[in-house]
């Protein structure tokens, strides 16, 4: 009899098709394999029971990098066959098969690299089947070699026959190459000259021990390096960057150097060290220059995930300052032509001669207590494919918010969520933003007829959705909805559910800026059962960059003209002039819109307490609330919760007469959670929380003390770059 057998899931450029080939030899079964563009197709003629125990070895002994999401076994009309055989990709039909994401060196290429006798012995492009780049180089699915930038190197003959041998570990590596036929590095300085050096990679260490600043071209973008025990090198680079604050990332060599620089528990340590290797956001061991994260006692770090990064730290035995390369505002370099907008700020760029075809960002992770929290998903991740709780009416894509955008297409019960795109706050990075939704559209031959987008009409991503919507449908969501939604969708919950919206700022349905949401939520809509008492924010946007402004606003809320006169941090950052101005703006209300936002609550406090007055990058403020925070303080401030308005003001009268900041932020941290709780007393519901304030751990591990049962996404960010997928979730509802 034969069977085909269909299966649906990361199966391509994994390792599959070798791994049906061996299984198959192995069982002795006679048929084909190959490539479709909805996953991988397998005919066989066996019988019935050699058929269930083939099946049964596929699912069991999959290779790493892949995973199964359907397998379909049907009978189809009798073939014979001689031998089993791995065929051409077959390039019709409907696009679901996925992009695979791009995977860090594995282990048996790593052993390869330092191997004086391998062929490949210090080769910085090593890869084979089971690691390294994949998104970042795809044109066009299927994922073959002719769809990818490798195209440009023509196999070298030892190449080709490890490409097409199925029991070698290269037999279809897209990526294979060699010194003799592959990419190749090139050093040039800051102007583009070419820098003469015996080796390339000794003259890059030696550069970068003398101080220098060095743009190295990687997996999805250039990194500016530099040495991250040379305090020096780093301000140096915080100057020309202008970046005065900001933590940077640390690439260290192994698990070894990673301990010496920070606490990492177990569960960091795999995450360190996964396929994926994002950073993860650890505890500081001290000391460590203090330029790498000031005033911060956390540290992103992570480990070398491609040859090239290996074999850097491997001469250079110390940890590197390791930061995406991009003008402010702007998205992640990832060509020459780029990186020219950088020059000044690197001495020095080691490129690379194979080509970036999709930019794709660090990936960014945190643990708390138990949880995982994403707080970007990039490289490693993504695109990621999401499996829905229902299948969607229609083929919809969502535009995501505006900040940390993403966007997602969605079809059937699945969505596509791109990488993180970025703020888009520049031509620059909505161009990068309208290439990455063709980019997905192209791949999967996806044409939408619905197009989801934010309710604020002032966002880029709206402006996007307008201006391409043609003959399709528009629909848009609230923000805060969108974001218990996604939480919804990834954790594939049916029924209502109590959502905690803790935010920065999102466009309300009475058009105010909303960021302190609870609201009953299901698929079919939502009911806002209570939010934080509106405060202007003087100055509109401005009062998102100046803790200042919104603290001083809410002086005004409790004492009017006499806040003039006050004598407290937030009155002292300003001038007399300023404080005029201001109270007559928060009197008239002039561009001074009201908001329930928590995370500008925190700004408030933050400002109120002296430790910010000024932010130099968003969430600065609550980072630095963190730092105060003692678990040893308990007791929480009085707030009044009437009609569904939290009246907060209580408290914060009450945090002005506390001489100790380390008591005051530890108690605002409790009211926090008391509030949620007494808001959430009556409801027998799940609790959902999300919106960006929750990528404040000291928040998060209180919530989950009182609330171990909580739900916050894992898989994608509480933050906006998770807007996109509740977008796509709203198809249900309408
Ligand atoms: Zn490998
Ligand atoms: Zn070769
Ligand atoms: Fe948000």
Same mark, same amino acid.
Request: with cysteine.
């Given at each position: 009899?034969t069977?085909?057998?269909m +299966?649906?899931?990361?199966?391509?450029?994994?390792?599959?098709?070798?791994?049906?080939?061996?299984?198959?030899?192995?069982?002795?079964?006679? @048929?084909?394999?190959?490539?479709?563009v909805?996953?991988?197709? +397998?005919?066989?003629?066996?019988?019935e029971?050699?058929?269930?125990?083939?099946?049964?070895?596929?699912? =069991? =002994?999959?290779?790493?990098?892949?995973?199964?999401?359907?397998?379909?076994?049907?009978?189809?009309?009798?073939?014979?066959?001689?031998?089993?055989?791995?065929?051409?990709?077959?390039?019709?039909?409907?696009?679901?098969?996925?992009?695979?994401?791009?995977?860090?060196?594995?282990?048996?290429?790593?052993?390869?690299?330092?191997?004086?006798?391998?062929?490949?012995?210090?080769?910085? &492009?090593?890869?084979?089947?089971?690691?390294?780049?994949?998104?970042?180089?795809?044109?066009d699915?299927?994922?073959?070699?002719?769809?990818?930038?490798m195209?440009?190197?023509?196999?070298?003959?030892?190449?080709?026959?490890?490409?097409?041998?199925? $029991?070698?570990?290269?037999?279809?590596?897209?990526?294979?190459?060699?010194?003799?036929?592959?990419? %190749?590095?090139k050093?040039?300085?800051?102007?583009?000259?070419?820098?003469?050096?015996? %080796?390339?990679?000794?003259? %890059?260490?030696?550069?970068?021990?003398?101080?220098k600043?060095?743009?190295?071209?990687?997996?999805?973008?250039?990194?500016?390096?530099?040495?991250?025990?040379?305090?020096?090198?780093?301000?140096?680079?915080?100057?020309?960057?202008?970046?005065?604050?900001?933590?940077?990332a640390?690439?260290?060599?192994?698990?070894?150097?990673?301990?010496?620089?920070?606490?990492?528990?177990?569960?960091?340590?795999?995450?360190?060290?996964?396929?994926?290797?994002?950073?993860?956001?650890?505890?500081?061991?001290?000391?460590?220059?203090?330029? +790498?994260?000031?005033?911060?006692?956390?540290?992103?770090?992570?480990?070398?995930?491609?040859p090239?990064?290996?074999?850097?730290? *491997?001469?250079?035995?110390?940890?590197l300052?390791?930061?995406?390369?991009?003008?402010?505002?702007?998205?992640?370099?990832?060509?020459?032509?780029?990186?020219?907008?950088?020059q000044?700020?690197?001495?020095?760029? $080691?490129?690379h001669?194979?080509?970036?075809?999709?930019?794709?960002? !660090?990936?960014?992770?945190?643990?708390?207590?138990?949880?995982?929290?994403?707080?970007?998903?990039?490289?490693?991740?993504?695109?990621?494919?999401i499996?829905?709780? &229902?299948? $969607?009416?229609?083929?919809?894509?969502?535009?995501?918010?505006n900040?940390?955008?993403?966007?997602?297409?969605?079809?059937?019960?699945?969505?596509?969520?791109?990488?993180?795109?970025?703020?888009? *706050?520049?031509?620059?990075?909505?161009?990068?933003?309208?290439?990455?939704?063709? %980019?997905?559209?192209?791949?999967?031959?996806?044409?939408? *007829?619905?197009?989801?987008? *934010?309710?604020?009409?002032?966002?880029?991503?709206?402006?996007?959705?307008?201006?391409?919507?043609?003959?399709?449908?528009?629909? /848009?969501?609230?923000?805060?909805?969108?974001?218990?939604?996604?939480?919804?969708?990834?954790?594939?919950?049916?029924?209502?559910? &109590? @959502?905690?919206?803790?935010?920065?700022?999102?466009?309300?349905?009475?058009?105010?800026?909303?960021?302190?949401?609870?609201?009953v939520?299901?698929?079919?809509?939502?009911? =806002?059962?209570?939010?934080?008492?509106?405060?202007?924010?003087?100055?509109?946007?401005?009062?998102?960059?100046?803790?200042?402004?919104?603290?001083?606003?809410?002086?005004? !809320?409790?004492?009017?003209?006499?806040?003039?006169?006050?004598?407290?941090?937030?009155?002292?950052?300003?001038?007399?002039?300023?404080l005029?101005?201001?109270?007559t703006?928060?009197?008239?209300?002039?561009?001074a819109?009201l908001?329930?936002?928590?995370?500008?609550? &925190?700004?408030a406090?933050?400002?109120?307490?002296?430790?910010?007055?000024?932010?130099?990058?968003?969430?600065?403020?609550?980072?630095? $609330?963190? /730092?105060?925070?003692d678990?040893?303080?308990?007791?929480?401030?009085g707030?009044?919760?009437?009609?569904?308005?939290i009246d907060?003001?209580?408290?914060?009268?009450?945090?002005?007469?506390?001489?100790?900041a380390?008591?005051?932020?530890?108690?605002?941290?409790?009211?926090?959670?008391?509030?949620?709780?007494?808001?959430?007393?009556?409801?027998?519901?799940?609790?959902?929380?999300?919106?960006?304030?929750?990528?404040?751990?000291?928040?998060?591990?209180?919530?989950y /003390?009182?609330?171990p049962?909580?739900?916050?996404?894992?898989?994608?960010?509480?933050?906006?770059?998770?807007?996109?997928?509740?977008?796509?979730?709203? !198809?249900?509802?309408?």
């Amino acid at each position: 009899m034969t069977y085909r057998i269909m +299966i649906e899931g990361t199966v391509q450029g994994v390792g599959f098709r070798p791994f049906i080939y061996q299984l198959a030899s192995q069982f002795k079964l006679s @048929g084909t394999v190959h490539n479709g563009v909805q996953g991988v197709e +397998i005919i066989v003629s066996c019988s019935e029971e050699e058929l269930e125990y083939f099946t049964q070895a596929i699912t =069991r =002994r999959l290779p790493p990098l892949s995973s199964i999401d359907t397998l379909e076994v049907a009978q189809i009309e009798s073939r014979d066959f001689s031998d089993f055989q791995i065929l051409k990709s077959d390039n019709s039909g409907e696009k679901t098969a996925r992009i695979p994401p791009d995977v860090s060196i594995c282990s048996e290429c790593e052993k390869e690299l330092f191997d004086p006798s391998s062929r490949r012995y210090g080769y910085p &492009f090593i890869t084979c089947t089971h690691c390294g780049v994949r998104y970042s180089i795809i044109y066009d699915l299927p994922y073959d070699r002719v769809n990818t930038s490798m195209k440009f190197f023509k196999m070298c003959k030892a190449c080709e026959e490890e490409y097409t041998n199925p $029991l070698d570990r290269r037999y279809h590596a897209q990526p294979i190459g060699c010194w003799e036929c592959g990419p %190749t590095l090139k050093l040039i300085d800051s102007v583009g000259r070419d820098v003469p050096a015996p %080796t390339i990679l000794d003259k %890059t260490v030696e550069l970068l021990s003398e101080g220098k600043i060095i743009a190295v071209k990687g997996v999805g973008g250039y990194h500016l390096m530099c040495d991250a025990t040379n305090e020096e090198a780093i301000l140096k680079l915080r100057e020309r960057k202008q970046r005065p604050t900001k933590p940077f990332a640390v690439m260290v060599k192994d698990i070894e150097m990673a301990r010496e620089l920070g606490e990492i528990s177990t569960h960091e340590e795999e995450l360190l060290s996964s396929k994926e290797r994002p950073i993860v956001i650890v505890g500081e061991r001290a000391p460590r220059p203090t330029g +790498i994260a000031p005033n911060i006692s956390r540290i992103g770090l992570f480990l070398p995930y491609t040859p090239l990064h290996l074999l850097i730290l *491997d001469k250079l035995q110390c940890p590197l300052v390791a930061t995406s390369a991009n003008v402010t505002d702007e998205p992640i370099c990832t060509n020459l032509e780029d990186l020219e907008k950088l020059q000044g700020v690197y001495d020095y760029a $080691l490129e690379h001669n194979r080509d970036i075809v999709n930019g794709c960002d !660090d990936s960014v992770v945190m643990v708390v207590g138990e949880q995982e929290v994403i707080l970007r998903r990039a490289r490693g991740y993504a695109p990621v494919s999401i499996k829905l709780p &229902f299948t $969607l009416k229609h083929h919809v894509l969502a535009m995501g918010a505006n900040q940390k955008s993403t966007i997602a297409i969605g079809f059937e019960n699945q969505a596509i969520l791109s990488p993180h795109i970025g703020d888009l *706050d520049s031509i620059g990075s909505v161009e990068y933003y309208e290439k990455n939704i063709k %980019t997905l559209e192209r791949m999967y031959g996806f044409q939408a *007829d619905v197009i989801v987008h *934010d309710k604020h009409p002032y966002y880029e991503s709206t402006k996007y959705a307008k201006r391409c919507v043609g003959k399709r449908n528009l629909r /848009e969501v609230q923000h805060h909805y969108a974001h218990i939604l996604s939480v919804m969708a990834e954790k594939q919950l049916a029924g209502k559910v &109590f @959502g905690v919206a803790f935010d920065g700022t999102g466009y309300g349905d009475d058009g105010n800026l909303w960021g302190g949401e609870f609201m009953v939520c299901d698929y079919k809509g939502y009911e =806002r059962i209570a939010y934080l008492n509106y405060f202007k924010l003087l100055g509109g946007d401005k009062a998102i960059k100046e803790p200042r402004r919104v603290a001083f606003s809410i002086l005004f !809320d409790l004492y009017g003209e006499e806040a003039l006169a006050m004598q407290n941090p937030t009155t002292k950052a300003f001038s007399e002039v300023e404080l005029r101005t201001h109270f007559t703006a928060w009197q008239k209300g002039l561009n001074a819109p009201l908001s329930s936002s928590v995370g500008r609550l &925190f700004d408030a406090v933050a400002s109120l307490l002296g430790i910010c007055q000024v932010m130099s990058f968003e969430g600065e403020s609550g980072m630095l $609330l963190e /730092e105060l925070y003692d678990d040893s303080i308990e007791g929480y401030y009085g707030f009044e919760y009437k009609e569904g308005k939290i009246d907060f003001l209580p408290m914060i009268e009450a945090l002005l007469t506390e001489p100790n900041a380390s008591v005051a932020v530890s108690k605002f941290f409790h009211t926090l959670v008391e509030m949620i709780a007494v808001v959430y007393a009556p409801y027998d519901l799940p609790l959902v929380l999300s919106g960006g304030v929750f990528q404040n751990r000291v928040l998060l591990a209180l919530v989950y /003390e009182r609330f171990p049962e909580a739900m916050i996404s894992n898989a994608i960010p509480p933050n906006d770059g998770g807007i996109a997928l509740g977008q796509i979730l709203y !198809d249900i509802s309408s």
